[in-house]
């Protein structure tokens, strides 16, 4: 078996793996993104959506492994495992939002959203004593960021006048670039950035409109707060272990070490941990926590209402929300650990104004940087 064969196949069972799993990343209450009440979370069609997803799902991993694997054999590139991948990740997408249209056409023809009475649950304290950021979780990052800022200062007086091409992880050893500021201390730069936008957005989703339940309420908001506290170290072991990659790059960079294949993949050891930690969290505590034990009192807890039906301002199966009357822009979507913006508020479309301006100007922008000669 050639390299590019096992990298195929390793890959399409990741994907596969993990959009199996996919329909286990949401609450009870939430099946494939569509809200039902906890009567409902067991139905028959809820059971069958998730049978004939994971079927589908398996048969279209088969299938991308049938077709990818001929192609290596006969002379295949490297593409051809990145566009396996991704084919594959939009193929399963697909068949979870199919699954969502069709128990949301379940519950529309048995009139479920009518079986009991409706409504929400808010808990003031998330605002009058919010979940606090871990600032000493930050610590580590920052520690790898002035590590490497160091180590790149030392360095610096005996680089080449040629470096080879910084790729964020990793290093191209056949192209060169001349030493700049930019170049040799690009693995600080990029931590830097890092840093300060895990810290940033990690305070935003400990911020944002929590995610209770209103038939459950006060469990829930427990649970809620458990969760974010997960979610918020988690967030900052993120940017620890990418720091710590782009630390790897920067001994390639720097002729610290030999670039080579085992620093290559050394180099993307770091980031995978806090994915794996991520599913396995995620697969303990389950969405916004509801897999977490309830405490005395809770076991029982009923208040008598069900959740409000909301699915008319949430689309492709629970990841995308527009609501024009929700004064809220930031929400926990409706599948495992993510967020997603309010699409009917004004303040969203201006973020996202801002940000496809910043991407066109560093697309378009040239900004010459000194040369070492001329800094030092």
């Not at 997603?340 to 496809?356: C, D, E, I, K, R």
Request: aromatic share 8%; glycine share 8%; proline share 6%.
């Amino acid at each position: 078996m050639t390299p590019l064969i096992a990298a195929d196949l390793t890959a399409v069972a990741l994907v596969t793996g993990l959009m199996l799993a996919l329909p286990a990343m949401t609450a009870p209450t939430t099946p494939f993104g569509v809200r039902v009440s906890h009567a409902r979370a067991a139905d028959p069609a809820v059971i069958a959506q998730r049978r004939v997803y994971a079927r589908l799902a398996a048969a279209a991993g088969v299938c991308a492994a049938v077709v990818s694997v001929p192609l290596l054999a006969t002379g295949g590139s490297a593409t051809v495992v990145g566009a396996t991948a991704t084919a594959l990740i939009v193929a399963d997408l697909l068949l979870y939002w199919r699954s969502a249209r069709r128990l949301r056409a379940a519950k529309v023809a048995g009139a479920w959203r009518d079986e009991q009475r409706q409504g929400v649950t808010v808990d003031t304290s998330f605002r009058t004593d919010p979940v606090r950021l871990p600032w000493s979780w930050a610590l580590p990052a920052a520690v790898i960021l002035l590590l490497t800022a160091g180590l790149g200062w030392w360095r610096y007086g005996d680089l080449p006048a040629a470096l080879p091409r910084f790729t964020g992880y990793g290093v191209d050893a056949t192209g060169r670039e001349p030493v700049t500021v930019w170049t040799a201390f690009a693995p600080v730069l990029y931590q830097l950035v890092i840093t300060l936008l895990f810290v940033a957005l990690t305070l935003l989703l400990l911020r944002a409109r929590p995610d209770l339940d209103a038939a459950r309420p006060v469990g829930s908001a427990r649970r809620y707060r458990v969760y974010l506290r997960g979610v918020a170290r988690l967030s900052l072991l993120g940017a620890t272990c990418l720091n710590l990659g782009l630390l790897v790059s920067a001994l390639q960079l720097w002729a610290v070490v030999e670039p080579s294949a085992f620093w290559t993949v050394v180099v993307y050891l770091p980031p995978a941990a806090p994915v794996v930690a991520w599913l396995v969290w995620e697969s303990r505590v389950g969405h916004a926590g509801h897999r977490l034990p309830a405490l005395p009192g809770e076991e029982d807890e009923d208040s008598g209402v069900t959740q409000r039906d909301d699915d008319r301002h949430w689309f492709l199966a629970g990841t995308v929300y527009m609501n024009r009357r929700d004064p809220a822009i930031l929400l926990h979507a409706r599948i495992g650990a993510s967020w997603t913006l309010n699409l009917g508020h004004p303040v969203t479309w201006v973020l996202l104004a801002a940000l496809a301006a910043a991407g066109l100007l560093a697309a378009f922008g040239v900004i010459d940087l000194p040369q070492r000669q001329n800094i030092f």
